[in-house]
């Protein structure tokens, strides 16, 4: 068994971090990327805070571009054993400014484990009255989805609406992926909260991300996710446990 902890916030603006800005390279050549540019970046014992108060980044074309408004990507992709196991840990923390109440996708703090290459994406959503559980699928660009099956590409977010949360709470949560078993299980505060039993795909890695996101979709080719809210969230180091 390997356990490690993934952190180190107060080098994020060096060359040696842990973390990058979140991209994609378009097919056009270009690279969008993942960052507001007035977001407030604070490091405090050992957590990272973002603030990006109001949202302006936005997309009017790709959905999957217009949703994450500031994100970090993990720089490495953690290999997941073969035939084993691999359990990734956080704590994390919301506070919405001008978001619609009731309304988690309106603006949330993301913790997310992608496969970039075949475009899996098991993630915890935090706004400041609601959070979800995420499994899906997804077109990054770039990624290979595949040619037949049930759906190639597909998203299920699951409110737990029975999971107590207010302004700034933090929630500790867990996510450990089975390759053995094809199962993927959530946790939060100390409790299995969701798990899926039939991952269709064989995954080998994953890159962990924390953002700054709003879910609206796009309406007759323009955005419409940015009317003046913001988001700030807090992510402590994270854990990385993998097992054979």
Known sequence: MGERIVGNFHRIFEPDSAWAIGSFLLPDGSRWEYREPNAVVLVRNGWLQVAA????????????LDNAKHMYFSKERFAVPEGGRITFEIQVAARTVGTRPGDLYDGYVSWNLLDLETGWAFDFFTGGDTVATVYGRLPFPGARLPETGEARAFCIFHELHDLPTAQGQVHAYRITYDQGANTVEFEADG???????????RITGFTAALGLMSEIDIEDGRSVSCHGQGVIGRWSPMRVVTEP
């Open 191 to 201: 409790r299995v909260v969701d798990r899926y039993e039939h991952v269709p795909d």
């Open 53 to 64: 108060v109001p949202y302006t980044r936005k997309h009017d074309r790709v959905q999957i």
